[in-house]
């Protein structure tokens, strides 16, 4: 059994709930999954104790949550010493045209690249268009690039396009290679693959 930190960032909640689902999956597979929000002062710093991490955030407007660059430039050296993943959740990812999930794709390398981190596996995750949890003006300007871009317009309820038998697959390969079935061995794995 491993101890498999999860820290997500979220706007709207959707990467919440792709995080709690993370840590249902590892959990699933024998390993203790501990969940918490980047800056929300459950964990400033990365606690020795854990085998593996997994980072999760939104992207808004381009950026992710200015609380997960944060946690990850604070502990860079720890967060290299770890088999470490980073799932970056966004509607482009969703896109249904190749330049759309190439800018999901931007998105999760720019922030790998300000934030001077290489985790060991990243992905890029389909979020959700919650129309129902924006402003109005918010609300507006989203169904505007979703009428643009081919996506859902109705703005009376929420469209979730999170792939989650991919994001099992992802999560699991992590898994697998990171901590394996002994804990031990897939950090070592992990700290000689660098």
């Not at 990812?93 to 794709?105: E, F, I, L, M, T």
Request: charged share 25%; proline share 3%; hydrophobic share 40%.
């Amino acid at each position: 059994m491993a101890k498999v930190l999860i820290v997500y960032g979220t706007t709207e909640g959707q990467t919440r709930k792709i995080a709690a689902w993370i840590a249902a999956v590892a959990t699933e597979h024998g390993h203790l999954a501990t969940v918490v929000e980047a800056g929300g002062g459950a964990v400033r710093a990365l606690p020795a104790c854990y085998d593996a991490l997994i980072v999760a955030a939104s992207v808004h407007r381009g950026t992710h949550q200015a609380p997960v660059a944060r946690f990850v430039r604070d502990n860079l050296p720890a967060l290299q010493s770890v088999p470490a993943a980073f799932f970056s959740v966004s509607l482009s990812a969703a896109g249904k045209q190749p330049r759309q999930r190439a800018d999901a794709r931007r998105c999760a390398e720019e922030f790998l690249r300000t934030t001077g981190w290489r985790p060991g596996r990243v992905s890029t995750v389909a979020g959700a268009l919650a129309y129902t949890k924006y402003g109005l003006l918010t609300r507006w300007i989203m169904k505007r690039i979703a009428r643009r871009e081919g996506g859902d317009t109705d703005t009376s309820r929420d469209h979730e396009y999170t792939d989650w038998e991919r994001l099992r697959r992802d999560v699991e390969r992590f898994l697998e290679h990171a901590v394996g079935s002994d804990a031990e061995g897939g950090r070592e794995a992990a700290t000689a693959a660098r």
